[in-house]
């Protein structure tokens, strides 16, 4: 088929519902089926939707932030499969029914912007990524070219600019994508096909052994990612860590040596800006040092501590940063700006992500349409349906501003440096160790063991 | 660590304001801060979230459905630049600034629900995904272990298994993934995977040169996942199609023979159910025969013609897809569940995914929770956080009912008959081939060209 050929797919909305029979009289059969009437009853809907958003502004955002609430009705799965009417039929359910099985929905789910959620490193309502969020799931967009997402490419362009900027880099590339996990995935992909492109066409198959560096507190995205690229997780060379858990340069660079030694190819450091249990920050500069001197791709994986570019204060965590090729940063955990926010920033300027991520699908990305078709940014994703998750953090950082941003940061560790003074203070608490960002990490001592010797018996004890 | 020990994130929600210190008497200052004070203006953002819904529900739930409205206020980048206020700034914009800023993203943002968008492959708004939609997101949970998502991981399970059960398979497992383009590359991985399960740690190097085979008219995400996965572009097999972009099996086998006779190794053929411009349908039960007789994994990217198991007119058109190992499917698109609801459907019930894909993070997937833990599913998927898309289709299911949903695929289907007879009666318009799904593939031919002869000229005129 020539690209220049039209294709239409017929979708079922209301796309007949008005004006194919301007006058409405005669009705337009085709296999049974009148074309010319409303599809749906758009009444009803409309309706429906109101009415759902009313409980979700009652249920979610203003029950769901309140401290006397619950955070969890909590039910053991057979049990919750009993409560909630689990079954799809044959005939659909009454609106009403409808809004009493949301209404389940809600009761039975954690409230993760409750102030009292702790699990995993997001938690928080910001009223202004929310906004960006119902938005985007009204309009429905894909953010692949510029004739169907216009709006939403120009938001992510200059959003990945500000990002940049933060990291410190003049000028940069960038994607956003469905997780810290694939930005990782993207950037080990991206440093294999910069140290050799013929791995795009040829594949892995008998070249010699890549291997590659991250820190034992790495997170487990390593090593999904090593497996699910083809590179196998035992060449992922884990390095010893410190007593805070940051990865120690001289280990590095002993690896890298011997991994030479054995005849394997040395190609990315993947160091860890706010690893996932410790919180650490692996020492970029000396890190950086080493991968200058042996010509490998430095990311660095910020997912959760990149958050701390946004402070004055706190930036010097990331020192070194700048020297990266690439960086994984999310701003949906610390800043808040909902699951998922995940971006992939990367210092080449010279089209490398789009010459590695290319396939240059032509039934999408034609060369020859109307407008400047850089800005069909779709062909740098392993995605084609993509969605707008730059839009909700450029909503928050309009209306908080950088220095409105800056402050949540600022104030989540100071929160951290009064949790830490009020373990050390409380009976029955043991710090692990200072934090440097803002996991803690601690024991709750039972009563029973509060006077026993931290030997053997009492951690056997304290670990059942 | 062990695992044992808690750790927690501090981060900035308002999970301080009115329970540490519960007679707020005394201001709590770390670093300057106060931490016993409101993070943010919660009225203000209350208010800011409910004005905006309004105005979602009049400019984009309402307006966007009309007819009468515009799908587009098409501007071009560099002026659209100058209409939109991109730049992030140090101090944030009034409530009223920011619905200013809502109103223009609507404005220049392409309506996908609009009766009249017709770009790609999904269109038309339904009512009840939106709902699910907008309490995703104002619930923000991340779907990884049954403790923080309980809800939306049983619906997950409910929904995968119905699909099962439209695929023709007793039994199964499977994933949502962001993307059918995502789902393919699991299913890639998989297959290689089940083939070799030492490639997970070892990778690709010194191993045979694999190859697999799918269709000339397949999607494009087949060379982005064997790019991705370590394969190589070069190592997939394009197999000639018949005149209507169908497979031809009697070409597969040639190819998968003359690629043993090459010394690669053949392991999986990708069938694809509605290609994405002529909408053909590989003859499945065929495929299946060759991929039996050669011991290859047989995966359908049926993402575009999976819809069509809802209707017990159409489903003839995957005839065979039984016998297939894997399906990618996306409701998103037909079926109209908003971007994105892609999943990835597998035969087996063995655990193969779950092997194939985990990296058994002990922090997030310990093993000694008070529930089965074989409800966290989380390990399944190549993402970390991950969201509940599952959901949305849920809600429309339960909504229209089986029934429902197989009206919506018959009329698509009928439309599409309408379209095909209305482009044959019409002057300068002239049909490509007979469709057997919703792509209608046409020229437009301009006036100057009705009366020329089909030959080279008048083809390289139209091409122009």
Redesign the interface.
Known sequence: ??Q????????????????MVPNKKSA?L??G?V?NGP??D?K???K???E??RL??EE???K??D??EKV?E????EQ??EL?D????????SPHR?LE??Q???R??????H??????????????S??A???T??????VYT???????L??EE??LK?MIEFIGWKEGDGIFN?????SN?YAM?LA?YKYCPD????????????ILFTSAEC???M?????????????VCFVETDGRGKMIPEELEKQVWQARKEGAAPFLVCATSGT????AFDPLDEIADICERHGLWLHVDAS?GGSALMSR?HRKLLHGIHRANSVAWNP???L?A???CCALLVKDKSGLLKKC?S???S??FQQDK???VS?DTGDKS??????PDA?KF??T????????LE?????????????VDEIKKREGFKL?MEPEY???????IPPSLREMEEGPEFWAK??L
């Open positions: 088929l020539s220049k050929a039209h294709f239409v797919c017929v979708v079922p909305g209301d796309n007949d519902q008005q004006d337009v085709v296999d089926i074309l599809t749906t758009a009803a809907g409309e429906f939707v109101e759902a958003c979700i502004m979610v955002v203003l769901a932030t401290v006397n969890c909590w039910r053991p799965p919750l499969k909630l689990l079954e799809m039929r044959d005939t659909g359910e409808l099985l949301c389940d929905v809600i039975y789910s954690v409230k993760t912007n102030p009292r959620f702790f699990n995993q490193l997001y938690a928080g309502l910001d009223y202004y929310l906004v969020r119902f938005m799931e009204a309009l429905n967009p894909s510029y004739e169907v997402s216009p709006v939403f120009l938001v200059a959003v500000k469905p997780g810290g996990s694939v995935m992909n294999r791995i795009k066409e040829k594949g892995l198959s008998g070249l010699p052994r890549l997170h487990y995205s090593k999904k990612a090593a497996s699910f690229l083809g590179i196998g997780t035992e060449n996932t249990v410790l919180g959760w204060k949906h955990k610390m808040m909902g699951i998922q991520y396939a240059k699908a039934y999408l109307f407008y400047d800005y392993i995605q084609c349906s993509r969605r839009f450029w909503m950082w309009k209306a908080l501003g950088t220095l409105g402050e949540r940061v600022n104030r989540a560790l100071a929160l951290s440096r009064y949790l692990l803002a996991n803690i990490c601690f024991w709750y304290l670990n």
